[in-house]
Structure formats: structure tokens, C-alpha cells
């Protein structure tokens, strides 16, 4: 009905929460709409799917990885997923609204000053490395997928040839002006590496106006790319070419790296107070802080069908689709247990894998007492009622290397969780989703 009433009106009510508006814009797939959640009068932007045409073209995998990236990058300088719902022909993705349009076009006016086109780039990195971090590569960073909020701070979107790897990628995507090299090349590639040379074209272009690598003829323009063939105007200043040239270095092996990008002479000036690198301790009393915070809000969340669908199977739309699972950064499973057996597992797993515990009645942080790779893996768990019999675990990567996270999950914390999960009537094990 909620259906019906969108496809016949320009303002509808859907799903009971959001008052659908005007046409924002429109794709082969999708089309965006402006949206007002009735319960907070916060404005969203509503892209709305349709499932048929994307089912038709084989797109089912690209709109849930897409969903997947976008619920695990949640970071100021990334447009926000809010949930996703469904009826019986469409997906409705609700996200932020952003409303200061594409940095390109602010480009296309001509080219910024080094100042200006320095915090777009610093908002840009950090956002980048965030996603690094969660095992996240973009693959398509361009000027045209980065939005300007309001107050003009920059916003990185469009996940739809992001993806999930540890390893070398072979699929060649992207634009053809800010892609890599070695994605040209085709003999796999690094996806970071492949994001930083993308940052280098788009820092190039906000300083310049115009492209690195340039020509009438594609093939013309993929060996100037090949062999990092490009020059620098004038009027660049000493840091900002040096940097440029390390970050188009055609070589993957030696182009430099976000850390280093980070230490530059060119990045660190003027650093706004919200992009200024943390110490690991700082960062480690930060998310202590928020435990605490959320600790004291509230006992176990009661929780109605819609919201554990949200949080649940119906948020990676896996059953949309197919019964393959993807690895994500966090687990759920339903439990009978009381949340003091639920925290009691979970620290009998943490003493054993020497990792220090932080716990309220429905909380538990565990965090582990040796430095990883990307800092101290961190995982929380959080208990939610569903009904007097009945809970929900939520367990997620709060920080630490997302390798290490999913190594951990699968070797030690599903295997000691099996015991506690629910099981039907019927005897069958619930699995407990990947």
C-alpha cells in the first residue's frame, strides 16, 4: 500500500517514517528523492532501487556490497547510511542529505587555492584511510564523487565498485583519467595503493583545473598514465609538487603512502583541530568515553520487527538476493539467554585470549592487551531485549585491523559463542551470521 501510494504521489509516506518529496536525481537503477523522517523532522536523501531492473542486469552483488561498505564507513567526511528497508519490488536506502552539490563542479569554475584545495584533500585522506583501515577500497575517487555539505566540508560517496580484499585485486574499474597504472596494466593490483594514486589525480586537479593526464585518444592518455607522464603548472608550490609527483609515481611498489602522506610538509599545514592525527592513547580514552556514555543510557533496548530486521538479515539484503553470506565487521545472533550469561562467554573468551574487559549490564568491550597491525583489536558487543525470552547480540570490530578481527571471530569467538546461541524448536542450530 506505503508502495503504491510513492509510485502515484510526489509525497508519500513510507514505511510509516519518512514523508517522500521532490526528485533529486535520477540513474538507470535508482532514483533519489528528498525525504523527512517524521519522527525527528531530519531531512535524508531516499535512493530508491528498483529490484527487477537490477536483478535483470546481474547488479544484485554491486547494491550489497555497496550497502555493506556504506553501513561500516561511518567517518565525518562520508555520507552516512541511516538503514535500509524493502517492499516486494523495491529498496529504499535512506542516507544523508547533502546538499552543496559535487566538488567538480566547484572545479569546473576554475582552480581553488592551494589552501582551499589542501582541506578538501586533507577531509579527502582521512577519509580514505579510514576506509583503508576497515579493509575498504573505493575505486572510483573522482571530483564528481565528493560532495560539500553546508558548511562545505567534503563528503566521499558512490561505494558502488568499492570491495572488500586482503589481497590483490583483478578487476578493472574506475575512470579512465584517475585510474592507476597497474589497474590499466591488468596484472592485479593493490587496491590502497590504486585509492592513493586516484587522491593524487584529484589533488592535481583541484590545484591545476585541469587533468594530469590528458588526450583525445584513450590509449594515448593510459600510456601517459603507464609512465606517469605529466607536468606540473607553475604556479604549484614546492610542497605541493613534491607531493604530487610521490603520489603519481607509476611504480605502486614505491608511491608513497597515506602515513607519509600524512607526515608531508604540503598535508600538515594548517591541519583543521578535527583531522589532527590522534595518539593511540587518546584514541583508546575516546572510545572508552563513548563505552561509558552508552552504558549508562539504558537497559536492554526493546526492539520491534522492523528495527531487527534493520539490524539483522534484512540490512545486507542477502535474502533479497541469494543465501550466500558475505564477511562483514560485525556478527548477530539471537540468544535465550539472560545478557549476564551472554557477558559472562564473552569474558571467559577474553581471559583466555588475554584481552582486557570493560562491561555495564548490556555491554562489553574487549580489547586486546598486545599491539596488531592497525593498533589494539577492540571488539563490543552490545544486548538487545526482543522479547522476555529472547535477545539479540550484536558483536563488531571497534577498532584494530580488520584481518586480524575476522581471523579472530572465526577461530575463536563464533566457535565459543555456538553454545549460547538460540535453536529452533526443531533442534537446528541458529547460525550465527558471518
Known sequence: MAEQRYEDSHSAILHGKYELGRLLGHGTFAKVYHARNL????????????????????????????????????????????????????????????????????????????DVARVYFQQLISAVDFCHSRGVYHRDLKPENLLLDEDGNLK??????????????????????????????????????????????????????????????????????????FRCPRWFSPEARRLIIKLLDPNPNTRITISKIMDSSFFKKSIPRSLRTKTGEEFEEKCDDNFEKLSKQNQPATMNAFHLISLSEGFDLSPLFSEKREEKEEMRFATARPASSVISKLEEVARAERFNVKKSDTMVRLQRQEFGRKGRLAIAAEIYAMTPSLALVEVKKDNGDTLEYNQFCSKELRPALKDIAWKSPSDNPTRINP
Open 156 to 229: 566521499v560517496t558512490d561505494f558502488g565498485l568499492s570491495t572488500f580484499s586482503d589481497g590483490l585485486l583483478h578487476t578493472t574499474c574506475g575512470t579512465p583519467a584517475y585510474v592507476s597504472p597497474e589497474i590499466i596494466s591488468k596484472k592485479g593490483y593493490d587496491g590502497a595503493k590504486s585509492d592513493i594514486w586516484s587522491c593524487g589525480v584529484i589533488l592535481y586537479v583541484l590545484l591545476a583545473g585541469f587533468l594530469p593526464f590528458q588526450d583525445d585518444n584513450l590509449i594515448s592518455m593510459y600510456k601517459k598514465i603507464y609512465r606517469g607522464d
Open 39 to 114: 519522527h525527528t523532522g531530519k531531512s535524508v536523501a531516499i535512493k530508491v532501487i528498483s529490484k527487477e531492473k537490477v536483478i535483470k542486469v546481474g547488479m544484485m552483488e554491486q547494491i550489497k556490497r555497496e550497502i555493506s561498505v556504506m553501513n561500516m564507513v561511518k567517518h565525518p567526511n562520508i555520507v552516512e547510511l541511516y538503514e535500509v528497508m524493502a517492499s516486494k519490488s523495491k529498496i529504499y536506502i535512506a542516507m544523508e542529505l547533502v546538499r552543496g552539490g559535487e566538488l567538480f563542479k566547484k572545479v569546473a569554475r576554475g582552480r581553488l587555492k592551494e
